[in-house]
């Protein structure tokens, strides 16, 4: 299949970069690249850009580099280059505008996935060095306008789309109203203290899809669980500014996330598709807290419906016809190693799997997640057109739908498709699990 | 405070109610609550489609129609049964029965004084948002309310407002500072970037509350004044019952401290320090810490205890003669009561926070084990194991324990001297 060109701007406008970067001094530039390096990173960050010898092997992990037509500038080490190693060459001492073009680099070009990092015989980890250009840039005062937004929301919400309080509650109230239709005595029970496991979710999904939230209610309805959601800020689970190197809300909205669990005393926290937002409670945000791991269990959606269907409490009706492929999300299957439970899910619930090539912890990333979709519509172009080598990967298992546990992953495959004009539509597991599980009849 | 004096307290066992039998008169029942004194259970029913009642002791509230919605079912600690219902499309809370007079497009976090007299919640109305103090909206409203509170003696409401409309994206309009804090209505006149985590004087005169001055720099404000240092990250601030004084946990460089009006009290520095608490005397201050990543304890001035655990140290809490402080430790995801350092060596699926009997010498804890829950008084389990229980509460001479359970689907009350455990 040919896959048509997508034509990308040569100069990309992005307020949040160009007027930081009018607004950003020298002084403070080397203030903050003072501060970063000897109070926050400094050893590892050094020891990996010292240590590179550009052997060009972690090239062909990235997604980009492949996309671009192997153009250097887009590998692992070509990003690092034009970033980190400047900044340590020259001794702190650059320009507002690097600072900007850093920014950009670091915040669109590189997903920090860490596929790089699987190939690099010295251990080398690309996308921390990416994450610490961030963070200088955050520090600066220069980060993409759209996921600084997205990261003030975090800051004023504790959720990551300006969701207010009363809005949070009325759509969990307005869902469980509407699946009561399909199962009349359906709950949603708001902070229930002492149950099983709290379930949280991301900023979207009450925003644009709560019909997320009714299939999962359902789900956990027909198999009989004991859980809740907290009606107070903490119920999302999803972190932007784990993305922009504003490490101290991350960190607080970590917070604010486990301790809902603890004030509701539940043994665990069921969280749904997301990868970014493992990645955020399970290693960056509780780690900056200090908590070396979650200090409420985290099961990620895929565990869990593994755990539904081998446990029996959800039943396959009649396995799903269409043909499926799957999107491994980085985050948690570099992260957390769950890629065969995903496969015994979706064999369970489908009946014409197929994979895509390379797979598992092998998966090209997105191209949306690490934040880069969050940097919004001035990127959109440049972030399809650096993730060809994905739907070509896609275009060639020929399946109908795309499975993408994921909600980063699941936006930024939908532009592809679109973008690609690839004939498939992607979809949730829930998605799938809702359609084909055995209901209880109404009655 | 409530005075449990005049609660019953001979009474060995009471079967208050059945809760089976009431499943046989609605659609549903919701998870029941039990009235502090342990008189009442009530919860939540389903008598028709969309159509909601509150059951007290197996009877229906008498009400003019039936609640359209109805969640947060709660007692005051006063014993009023509270809940936040809506008719005819409109929100308001209704206490035993009896609504408050004005409804709202949505009212939700509902909060109590320490005596339960007085209730206050968040509302809104088309679009505009404010708290509303029994009854009583605040005159302002704004375009947007988080962190509410409540003063402990119920004088005074407060919260995060929002004082300037943001558009989409206006990253740098949010950066000059879009939102402060709110005293019954009335904002500060200063704005900050964020404010978060609001705590009242103990006579509810004065507002402390968490700020961001800009992206990077944090601080406490008091009745809108910051203090002059600013930190890395700041946590709840609380006010010193005695002195007055507002003392917070602070990020400097060398890791976690307390501070007091912005100086440093504590020599000690740590991975994390937070849930701070001050002793009934004022003299001591003690707070949750990790003293190195990812472990755990509680330091009470600035010294730690040699225990310390893994995932998490939760609800720590002084006796009341200010000599000891017991928590929750937890590690692997096994909970354990912590008294003064020492670890009881039950292990639990979950614990509840710890109570202190007034004479400070007895322990006891709401705990789970095995899917059932009971009580664990100084490291003894009660014999008595339950499908639910409430937290206990000790008789004011200390020698009895109210325990309110549900055992096999009906709520009882009894009164359980303390030798017995
Ligand atoms: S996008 Fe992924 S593979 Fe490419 S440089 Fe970043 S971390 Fe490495
Ligand atoms: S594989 Fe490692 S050493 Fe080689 S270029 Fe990549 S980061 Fe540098
Ligand atoms: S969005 Fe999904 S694939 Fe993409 S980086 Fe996240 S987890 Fe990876």
């Not at chain 1, 298992?397 to 004009?421: F, Q, R, W």
């Not at chain 2, 700020?211 to 404000?221: P, Q």
């Amino acid at each position: 299949m040919v896959l048509p060109v997508i034509k990308v701007e040569d100069k990309i406008i992005d307020d949040g970069l160009d007027k930081g970067m009018e607004k950003l001094t020298q002084d403070r530039i080397e203030n903050v690249i003072d501060q970063v390096m000897s109070g926050e990173t400094g050893a590892r960050l050094k020891a990996y850009v010292e240590t590179c010898v550009h052997c060009g092997l972690c090239s062909d992990a990235c997604h980009a580099y492949l996309s671009r037509d192997r153009d250097p500038k887009f590998s692992p080490a070509g990003k690092v280059k034009r970033t980190m190693s400047v900044i340590l060459k020259k001794g702190g001492k650059v320009t507002p505008a690097f600072i900007r073009d850093a920014s950009e680099i670091a915040s669109t070009e590189c997903n920090a996935c860490k596929r790089c990092a699987m190939y690099c015989p010295f251990g080398i980890d690309p996308a921390y060095i990416m994450l610490v250009v961030r963070r200088i840039c955050h520090l600066c005062g220069v980060t993409p306008l759209y996921i600084q937004d997205t990261a003030h929301s975090h800051a004023v919400t504790q959720n990551q789309m300006w969701v207010k309080e009363d809005e949070w509650i009325d759509t969990l109230q307005w869902q469980e109203e509407d699946a009561r239709e399909e199962m009349p005595n359906l709950r949603i029970p708001l902070d229930k203290e002492g149950a099983d496991f709290m379930y949280s979710v991301i900023g979207p999904e009450p925003k644009f899809l709560a019909g997320l939230i009714y299939q999962a209610a359902y789900i956990f309805n027909v198999a009989g669980l004991n859980w809740t959601m907290p009606s107070f800020p903490g119920w999302d689970n999803s972190d932007m500014a784990m993305y922009t190197g504003d490490n101290e809300i991350m960190g607080r909205n970590k917070r604010f996330h486990f301790e809902a669990a603890q004030r509701l005393k539940v043994k665990r926290i069921v969280m749904g598709e997301c990868g970014h937002a493992f990645r955020s409670v399970y290693d960056m945000g509780n780690r900056w807290l200090s908590w070396a791991m979650p200090p409420v269990p985290m099961v990620h959606a895929i565990e869990f419906y593994y755990e539904l269907l081998t446990t029996g409490k959800i039943k396959v009706k009649e396995k799903y016809k269409k043909s499926v492929t799957l999107h491994d999300p980085c985050n948690v299957v570099r992260g957390r190693g769950l890629h065969e439970k995903a496969r015994y899910v979706i064999n369970e619930l489908c009946e014409d799997f197929r994979e895509m090539h390379p797979n598992r912890e092998h998966n090209y990333c997105c191209n949306a997640g690490g934040g880069v979709i969050n940097c919004g519509p001035p990127f959109k172009n440049k972030r399809v057109a650096n993730n060809r080598v994905k739907a070509k990967q896609c275009a060639d298992t020929g399946a109908e739908i795309l499975i993408t546990p994921c909600h980063n992953c699941h936006s930024g495959m939908e532009d592809i498709v679109l973008g690609y004009k690839l004939d498939m539509h992607v979809k949730f597991i829930s998605d799938i699990m809702y359609e084909v599980m055995e209901k209880p009849e109404i009655g | 405070m409530v005075d449990s004096v005049n609660w019953d307290w001979t009474t060995g066992e009471k079967l208050v109610s059945d809760i089976n039998e009431w499943k046989a008169s609605y659609n549903w029942v919701e998870e029941p609550y039990a009235s502090p004194d342990g008189e009442k259970v009530a919860a939540i029913v389903n008598t028709d489609e969309a159509e909601f009642n509150v059951c007290e002791n197996g009877k229906a509230w008498e009400i003019e129609a039936p609640f359209e919605k109805a969640w947060c079912l709660r007692f005051s600690p006063d014993g009023r049964l509270t809940v936040i219902a809506s008719m005819d499309s409109a929100w308001t809370v209704v206490a035993d029965g009896e609504p408050w007079e004005e409804s709202y497009d949505f009212v939700w976090d509902m909060r109590f004084s320490e005596d339960g007299k007085t209730i206050a919640a968040a509302a809104q109305q088309e679009g505009e948002y404010m708290m509303v103090k029994d009854g009583v909206p605040w005159e302002n409203s704004f375009g947007f309310i988080t962190c509410m509170a409540l003063s402990p003696g119920g004088e005074n409401t407060a919260a995060t407002v929002q004082t300037v409309p943001l558009g989409q994206a206006e990253v740098f309009k949010f950066q000059k500072g879009c939102y402060t804090a709110a005293v019954n209505g009335d904002a500060w006149d200063k704005n900050f970037v964020n404010v978060w985590n609001m705590s009242f004087s103990p006579d509810g005169s004065k507002l402390a509350a968490e700020v961001r001055l800009n992206l990077y720099d944090y601080t406490i404000v008091v009745d809108g004044q910051p203090w002059e240092q600013t930190f890395g990250c700041v946590w709840e601030p609380i006010f010193h019952p005695e002195k007055g004084t507002v003392v917070s946990p602070v990020r400097t460089a060398e890791g976690w401290t307390i501070a007091e009006d912005g100086n440093i009290i504590w020599d000690s520095r740590f991975a994390q320090v937070w849930h701070q608490k001050i002793s009934p005397d004022g003299n001591k201050l003690a707070a949750i810490v990790a003293t190195e990543f990812g472990r755990w304890t509680v330091a009470v001035d600035g010294k730690a205890w040699g225990v310390t655990f893994g995932d998490m140290v939760t609800d720590a809490v002084f006796s009341p003669d200010s000599s000891r402080v017991a928590c929750i430790g937890t590690e692997n995801q096994i909970y354990k009561i912590v008294v003064d350092g020492k670890v009881w060596n039950s292990e639990f699926d979950m614990i509840w926070k710890p109570v202190f009997s007034p004479d400070s010498k007895d322990v006891i804890v709401k705990i789970e084990k095995d899917g059932k829950r009971t009580f664990a008084l100084n490291n003894k389990i009660w014999n008595r194991m339950c499908d639910e229980v409430w937290d206990p509460v000790f008789s004011p001479d200390g020698s009895k324990i109210l325990c309110r359970t549900v055992e096999d689907g009906k709520y009882y009350r009894r009164i359980v001297p303390v030798s017995e455990f």
